[in-house]
């Protein structure tokens, strides 16, 4: 039986560059329409999907040098935390019997061009994950290891949207948090969010 520990045993973990720019034909676990999980191992791959995104992200901005002194070191926490949930999520999949799906191809366009941007859309992806994570939380109803699991990366990925958010000094409603409960999205609308930046189509 899985329980949390499993799943949130992760290590720093070297991601290689070409974890999503060189899989060229890399299907992606965003599924369209209806939230209607194919089991436990299929949520875990949307969640999979969503952390190697941010994972590459910030390996990439982390690389562009834009941050320097305090930001850069939660900056370089963060990127270690989300590869830490890729290898996390990987090895959870394996031991449930599954595949785990291949990362997709990336592009993120100008999110490098400025310190600004680099956080502005680092903000968007840790409050997408927030809420992509609470959405899925009832597919994993029967699965109460899992939940728990899940919910613990939810909180780490509340708790980097807020660190995002005070690096960028916004305010405390609406900006470090999102109203005193947090919103869940189903599939759509975080394949909505995330679209721009994944340019390989599913192959299934």
């Given at each position: 039986m899985m329980n949390r520990r499993?799943?949130?045993?992760?290590?720093a973990v070297a991601i290689p560059g070409s974890v999503a720019l060189s899989m060229l034909s890399a299907k992606w676990a965003f599924a369209e329409g209806v939230d209607d999980f194919d089991g436990p191992v299929d949520v875990l791959n949307y969640?999979?999907?969503l952390e190697y995104?941010?994972?590459e992200f910030y390996r990439q901005g982390n690389e562009a040098g834009l941050a320097e002194g305090r930001a850069a070191d939660y900056l370089s926490t963060i990127q270690t935390d989300e590869e830490a949930h890729v290898m996390a999520l990987q090895d959870t999949i394996a031991q449930l019997g599954?595949?785990?799906v291949p990362a997709p191809q990336v592009d993120f366009g100008q999110a490098f061009g400025s310190l600004e941007s680099?956080?502005?859309t680092a903000y968007t992806f840790e409050n997408l994950g927030v809420q992509a994570y609470l959405g899925a939380a009832p597919a994993l109803f029967q699965q109460k290891e899992l939940l728990s699991a899940a919910a613990s990366?939810?909180?780490v990925e509340a708790r980097h949207a807020a660190i995002i958010a005070n690096l960028q000094e916004k305010a405390a409603e609406g900006g470090v948090y999102q109203g005193a409960v947090e919103t869940p999205a189903d599939?759509?609308?975080v394949l909505q969010a995330a679209s721009p930046f994944i340019v390989a189509a599913r192959t299934y």
């Open positions: 499993d799943l949130i045993r992760g290590a969640a999979l999907t995104l941010e994972a599954g595949t785990a680099y956080l502005e990366i939810f909180g599939r759509s609308t």
